[in-house]
């Protein structure tokens, strides 16, 4: 029987209101389902550990109770399972809101289920560990440890699930993990089926971003329209026994799934397609087969599994450097002279003043994203983009140990407004604490994975 999975959030922050419509049409289908959603990023979990210092309540991912209050009842009544790494650093403080928001919507207690087991800060050696090839490149950081999370598997989701957990809150899990594991729970795939796993992987890959897949990151008008973005429908994976499913979304909301938004997705991230590595299995794309079978109806399978890796990965967050950004805007005729002297002046304030603070100065609206640090095309722009720009933001940017040095250079964007060059307005700056990520690869004995029922 045909399983409904569906996507509620792509990341920290994605709209509140989008599981709604996803929960509505797996209801609408019957047979039960779930939804997922998907709110850490690598800095995020380094993020909530700093909040959980402050606060030992805190954690989690900060929109918790927003996403969930609108469908929480729906969910609860028709038998679809919540699955979300919401948890972040917290996941039993999750459990606590989850549960409360229950309450205060006059539901029964809910069987909530959080997984532990990605906190391996006390259990790896850095020195001894292999760093993740992708970070080769990198400087070590100097800060210290404020987090060091593995990428767990989708078993513990799976027997969570099979055990009744209504919700399963998780910290760092594997993406497509959280679609895979009420999979396998529902349809009893054996962990050896890779092929199966493969295919549950596929599912949770598609939908672990959100949007994406049904038009959002896709959209480029004139060339990919995308219609009514506002209200771009989350997408629903329709799962079959034999891994096949159907990639769609819910009727009458904005966006599309068509070809060519699966193939954007499918692709997302991908840096072997013969070998996705994942903690659950080593996923082979080169023989996936796509068809549209319907409006916003995309049909996937051909999926194949091979051994997954002997070596968990796990990301390791450090305090990094301060780092302060100061805006003013130049508007109307002359505006680039204008901003471009005050570009000049800040840069040689800074020096007069010694702070000793990496900086780069950009003028958005004719060189920002496309210039160096050195801002050699602000330099040598030609009249053609001179003399019709006319409406432009100073940004200056600067990073360093001390705060109080950040600080300093960001007063000095302050004070254009008196000191010149004429007409800056619209100043604003702010201050933050950089968090600096390193991957490693560990044993997989490091990681001790567990569900409680809270």
Not at 88 to 102: D, K, Q, S
Not at 135 to 161: C, F, H, M, R, W
Request: charged share 20%; aromatic share 6%; net charge negative.
């Amino acid at each position: 029987m045909t399983y409904r999975i569906g996507s509620g959030a792509g990341f920290s922050g994605d709209r509140i209101d989008a599981g709604l419509p996803v929960v509505e049409a797996i209801a609408a289908a019957g047979n039960g389902g779930a939804i997922i959603f998907e709110t850490i990023g690598e800095r995020t979990l380094a993020l909530g550990q700093l909040a959980r210092r402050q606060d030992p309540a805190l954690g989690y991912e900060p929109l918790l109770a927003d996403y969930l209050r609108p469908i929480l009842k729906t969910c609860a009544e028709q038998d679809i399972v919540i699955v979300g790494n919401f948890g972040c650093a917290n996941p039993r403080a999750a459990a606590a809101v989850i549960a409360g928001l229950a309450r205060e919507l006059g539901l029964p207690p809910l069987r909530i289920a959080t997984i532990d087991g990605d906190d391996v800060r006390d259990r790896i050696n850095l020195a001894t560990e292999d760093l993740w090839d992708g970070d080769t490149g990198l400087p070590p950081p100097a800060g210290e440890i404020v987090s060091a999370n593995a990428y767990l598997g989708a078993k513990a989701i799976a027997d969570a699930v099979a055990a009744g957990a209504q919700v399963v809150v998780t910290g760092r899990v594997a993406d497509p993990a959280l679609a895979l594991g009420p999979l396998v729970a529902h349809f009893g795939w054996a962990w050896d089926d890779l092929d199966r796993i493969a295919a549950g992987t596929l599912v949770g890959h598609l939908l672990e971003c959100g949007a994406q897949v049904t038009g959002g990151y896709f959209a480029d008008p004139g060339f990919k329209n995308v219609p009514r973005p506002e209200a771009i429908g989350f997408p629903i994976a329709e799962v079959e026994a034999d891994g096949s499913f159907v990639i769609t979304k819910p009727p009458a909301t904005g966006g599309l799934v068509d070809l060519r938004t699966v193939k954007e997705q499918l692709l997302y991230e991908i840096h072997d397609p013969a070998a996705y590595l994942t903690p659950d299995v080593s996923l082979d794309i080169t023989c996936v087969e796509i068809a549209e079978v319907g409006p916003d109806q995309v049909r996937i399978s051909g999926a194949r599994g091979h051994a997954a890796p002997e070596r968990l990965k796990a990301t390791i967050g450090f305090l990094g450097d301060w780092f302060g950004e100061g805006e003013i805007s130049y508007a109307g005729l002359n505006a680039f002279a204008r901003a471009q002297l005050a570009a000049e002046v800040i840069g040689k304030r800074l020096d007069m003043r010694g702070l000793g603070l990496r900086r780069r100065i950009d003028l958005i609206g004719v060189s920002s994203a496309f210039d160096d640090d050195s801002g050699s095309l602000r330099d040598n722009l030609g009249p053609e983009a001179v003399d019709g720009a006319q409406d432009l933001r100073l940004r200056l940017a600067v990073a360093g140990p001390d705060k109080a040095a950040v600080e300093g250079a960001l007063q000095e964007v302050l004070a254009l407004y008196c000191c010149g060059p004429a007409g800056g307005g619209g100043q604003r700056s702010r201050v933050t604490r950089r968090i600096e990520t390193r991957s490693y690869l560990i044993p997989r004995e490091a990681v001790e994975v567990a569900y409680h029922q809270q």
